[in-house]
């Protein structure tokens, strides 16, 4: 149907918004406003070059076929000359109003009128001259405040259809929900290769077809609805390609929303069958926009799908526009892969088929299924210019060259210049069209560069057995690895073409050259330190290993490879890589510290003061180290301490090692490497394990970038691992012990219950010359921290603990001529893991006078004759006291016991007092004919009788608070006499009882039977 003048004015006036295209089609001028463009222009007019589309900027279309006459309805309308005559296009519903391009239907207007903006590019490229090129155009729909659409139609000569990209965004705030979704409509009115009647179809499965075909001779109903036509008809349908994007906001995401096929204008008036876009539901669907509905009776058909978006988002999804065969390309784009230009090597192209769209084709992605044959053309045709094989044949089983085939070009000398490579006599065509990849970047356009140079115009040098990479770049590298002084190495030779490809026809002789890249200005100024020449031959196809070890003895952070051509022309070039050669290990571990081999020696010199500096120096004897070691202190031994009873040393494993090497290596000879501020904390030796000298800096730190490149393995092996040896290096067997170390000083320590005095009361005290008060102390021997040397012990410990002399004790505030002696025990302790608990008895001597009660503190200052002795140090102080017994006379009853006083005292405040804190001192029993009594004179009439009982003393034999408690049993009646008491006592508690200087013992006499010259009465007794 046509719009009249009277419907268009109608129409205009009714709605605004089509006022522009209602003036057009009053006047003729759509030229004004219309903007059109073409997919294969000069195709569509046999059955082989494909469809003819034209596109307008409001998304309407026509397709052209063989017959040059439109597909979709009026057959004989394009854009450009009648849009209202074409019922088609693309319609967006958004707040429950329908936006899109105008129509003939007499009874519909879209409610929301024409798109606010609306706009096509012109088609890319303008037009394929050969098939397989895909042209694209964008599509920009909008409304204003609202859904914005982008349609980027895509067309692939000489397919039969077209595909349509979309991507809907609907903004933020927009009113958009499940009872008001926004829709995406595309609605055709079908014209099938010219009938208009048609009977519709839908094939299920994962994409969906919706369309229509022709009657296949009228039959009513239509022969078959859920599955295509084998034969004899043209279907026009919309096609599933990708679901939209997931997002809060999709309803259907595996199919399209909702669709018909059905009378062509039921897309454009409500009520059944329900296909209209006016609709907001549809009576059989609460969410659908169309009812799904497939017409089985022959009738002038249309087709319609919807998708339902109910959030705010971006959407992306795409579908194709099928007229003719429903069957999808196998794969999505040819892909020649190159380097952009050649010289006169052979040149080697890579061609694969691609399943995704994306350049350069993901791995995995390649064609591997069925059989895609087909050959590669240069345009225009280049003089002598062959391929090699001539055909090839990728994807399948029954494919030589896998799921890529490997073509090689050879140019000649005519055919010099810029060509376009080009697939010719493909078994299937492409959906995308051929795309070509240049050194791993996608291109614009197939273009092929060739050149009249010579086939050789580098070299590479690198590792053997790694892959050749052009052009390297940080990931892609052609990698010479470290190396080992002293240890012979090989890598290959790659003789290249100008653009970096491997001239595998090279036959020529080269020189191989090393040059220290550190020492030379430049690689062609540079001095060779080290040659080798090399033959190639066609055989090594450009590729070739040296025939024999390189050997360098010394060390170099940085070189390069040099490889200069001797035979042919003259070519000069160097490595992309360099390397370092490092030391293989520190060959020579030393110290100004004694190095015992034993590591047992209790007596070596010289001796280092634990925690004190001490040297170490490290040597590789590799001339061009001038590295920095460092040391592991983890990695250090100690000689086994020889155990003694109590159990050795106390835990294995004692022992650290802090500093570090200060001074780096001499590089004229790898030597000299040392540290002046070593400390090792304990006694005895240590060793340093294999490993405990490294240097991880001298390769890391080269220049080489070897670290970082991963050229080399992050340790110090010397043995190859994937051809790699270690960044690092170290001492590989252990050194010698070093020492002798020895405490730094040794320490004292006392506790409250240091002290234990002779007499060891409530207030303890000591007499002098007593023997003795004894003391409880630690020795600890520490190293310059003032932390324990645990292996100070057995033999290790020099310190002999019985030796009294070896403390050096002193006293101080003695009284004149008072004088400290060992006591008796010798003193006693056993050195364990560095620590001592010594028990040691003193005496200090009467003084030159008698003297009051004085305090003493005893110091000490052990030595082992080898630790430099300490300050002394207070051990405990004692409280000595000037003591005597004193014995004194009695008198009285044979009838009754006779005590006798026997106290103790001491000099204090310049008085004797009485020692009421003596509990100790031994009472010595005064026995009859033993000489502890002495009778005068001893006679017949002067002695006790024989029924006389001996003294006794108190039952705990000692004093009692100073008092000895003696006394002597009554002897009876008739029994009196006398006796003197001379009784034996310690040296300590004589006294000059008889004038002079000379202590001796106290005497008293003892009389039964008399009485005192001062008191008449011998014995009294009361009567009650």
Not at 26 to 42: D, M, P, V
Not at 457 to 482: D, Q
Not at 645 to 653: F, K, M
Request: aromatic share 10%.
């Amino acid at each position: 149907m046509r719009l009249t003048k009277a419907i268009c004015l109608q129409r205009c006036v009714a709605l605004p918004f089509s006022l522009l295209f209602c003036v057009a089609a009053l006047f003729g001028s759509h030229t004004a406003w219309a903007q059109t463009i073409e997919f294969n222009s000069t195709g569509g007019t046999t059955t082989t070059n494909g469809l003819h589309f034209y596109i307008d900027r409001s998304s309407k279309m026509q397709v052209r076929r063989a017959n040059n006459t439109g597909q979709v309805y009026n057959p004989n309308s394009t854009p450009t000359s009648s849009l209202t005559s074409l019922d088609n296009g693309v319609f967006i519903r958004a707040n429950n109003l329908l936006y899109g391009p105008t129509h003939t239907v007499t009874t519909f207007n879209p409610t929301g009128g024409m798109y606010s903006s609306y706009s096509i590019t012109a088609a890319s490229p303008a037009n394929p001259s050969t098939p397989g090129v895909q042209q694209t155009a964008t599509n920009s729909l909008g409304i204003t405040n609202g859904p914005q659409v982008s349609i980027i139609w895509k067309y692939t000569t000489p397919l039969d259809f077209l595909t349509a990209e979309v991507t809907l965004t609907i903004p933020a705030g927009f009113a958009v929900s499940a009872s008001n979704p926004v829709r995406y409509y595309h609605v055709f009115d079908t014209y099938l290769g010219g009938s208009d009647s048609g009977c519709g179809v839908n094939v299920a499965g994962s994409k969906r077809i919706v369309g229509t075909y022709s009657s296949l001779g009228n039959p009513t109903p239509c022969p078959v609805s859920t599955s295509l036509p084998t034969a004899g008809t043209i279907v026009e349908s919309f096609r599933e390609r990708t679901p939209p994007s997931a997002g809060p906001g999709v309803i259907a995401v595996n199919s399209f929303s909702s669709y018909c096929a059905a009378g062509w204008s039921t897309f454009f008036v409500n009520g059944s069958p329900y296909c209209s876009m006016l609709q907001l539901t549809t009576p059989t669907s609460s969410t659908g926009a169309m009812s799904q509905t497939i017409t089985t009776t022959l009738q002038d058909t249309g087709i319609g799908i919807a998708y339902d978006f109910t959030a705010p988002g971006t959407y992306v999804f795409s579908y194709d526009f099928v007229i003719g065969s429903t069957a999808v390309p196998p794969y999505d784009h040819l892909e020649i892969r190159h380097d952009g230009s050649i010289n006169l090597c052979p040149e080697n192209l890579q061609v694969l088929a691609c399943l995704s769209s994306t350049v350069p084709c993901p791995a995995g992605s390649e064609l591997n299924s069925g059989t895609l044959t087909g050959a590669i053309a240069l345009s225009p045709a280049a003089s002598g210019v062959t391929f090699t094989p001539s055909t090839f044949s990728i994807g399948g089983s029954s494919s030589t060259s896998g799921s890529t085939a490997n073509i090689i070009l050879q140019a000649t000398a005519a055919s010099a210049g810029t060509y376009n490579l080009i697939p010719t006599g493909l078994s299937d065509t492409p959906l995308n069209g051929t795309r070509c990849v240049v050194n791993g970047v996608a291109q614009s356009n197939c273009q092929l560069t060739i050149t009249n140079t010579p086939c050789v115009s580098n070299f590479e040098c690198m590792e053997t057995g790694a892959s050749y990479n052009n052009p390297v770049t940080a990931t892609n590298r052609n990698p010479l690895y470290t190396k080992l002084a002293n240890r012979g190495f090989r890598f290959d030779v790659v003789a290249l073409q100008t653009g970096g490809a491997i001239a595998n026809t090279y036959a020529g002789n080269v020189v191989v050259e090393l040059f220290d890249s550190n020492a030379a200005p430049s690689c062609s100024a540079a001095t060779a330190i080290t040659s080798q020449n090399l033959s190639f031959v066609a055989a090594d196809n450009g590729r070739k290993t040296l025939g024999s070890d390189l050997l360098l003895a010394d060390a170099y952070k940085k070189l390069g490879c040099r490889v200069r051509t001797t035979s042919g022309p003259a070519v000069t070039a160097c490595s992309s890589d360099q390397f370092t050669v490092r030391p293989q290990s520190f060959s020579t571990i030393s110290s100004n510290a004694n190095a015992d081999s034993i590591g047992a020696s209790v007596s070596a010199t010289p001796i280092v003061l634990a925690g004190n500096d001490f040297s170490l120096f490290a040597d590789t004897g590799v001339k061009g180290y001038d590295g920095l070691p460092k040391l592991a202190p983890n990695l250090i031994d100690w000689p086994n301490v020889p155990s003694v009873t109590n159990g050795g040393r106390a835990a294995p494993g004692v022992g650290s090692l802090t500093g570090n090497f200060s001074v780096a290596a001499n590089p004229t000879t790898g030597n000299g490497a040392s540290g002046a501020s070593f400390k090792y904390d304990e006694t005895g030796y240590f060793r340093l394990l294999a490993q405990a000298v490294y240097d991880d800096t001298f390769v890391a730190n080269s220049g080489s970038a070897d670290s970082t490149n991963n050229d080399c393995t992050n340790d110090s092996s010397n043995t190859l691992v994937g051809g790699k040896y270690g960044c690092k290096f170290a001492n590989i067997s252990s050194s010698n012990h070093f020492g002798r170390f020895i405490p730094h000083h040794f320490k004292i320590t006392t506790s409250a219950s240091t002290l234990t005095e002779a007499c060891p009361s409530a207030t303890g005290f000591t007499y002098f010359g007593q023997d003795g008060f004894s003391t409880n102390f630690s020795i600890t021997a520490e190293n310059s921290s003032g932390n324990k040397t645990q292996n100070y012990t057995s033999t290790f410990a020099k310190l002999n603990t019985t030796v009294y002399s070896n403390y050096q004790f002193t006293i101080v505030g003695a009284p004149a001529g008072a004088s400290l002696t060992a006591g008796t025990p010798a003193p006693s302790g056993s050195w364990l893991a560095g620590m001592v608990n010594v028990t040691a008895k003193h005496q200090i001597s009467r003084p030159s006078a008698i003297s009051n009660e004085t305090l003493i503190a005893l110091m000490a200052a052990p030595t082992d004759g080898e630790v430099p002795a300490a300050s002394a140090t207070s051990i405990a102080s004692t409280r000595q006291r000037y003591g005597r017994l004193k014995l004194q006379s009695a008198y009285g009853s044979e009838m009754l016991d006779l005590p006798v006083p026997f106290i103790a005292e001491y000099r204090n405040s310049n008085i004797w007092l009485k020692n009421v804190d003596d509990n100790c001192t031994p009472v010595v029993a005064p026995v009859d004919g033993l000489g502890a009594i002495f009778y005068s004179p001893e006679t017949a009439t002067n002695h006790l009788s024989a029924g006389e009982t001996n003294a006794s003393v108190s039952a705990t034999g000692k004093f009692l608070n100073g008092d000895g408690k003696l006394k002597f049993s009554k002897p009876g009646s008739g029994n009196s006499g006398y006796l003197d008491l001379d009784i034996n006592v310690p040296d300590w508690l004589k006294f000059p009882w008889r004038g002079g200087v000379t202590p001796i013992n106290p005497t008293a006499k003892v009389q039964f039977g008399t009485y005192k010259k001062s008191n008449q009465i011998i014995y009294t007794r009361e009567i009650h």
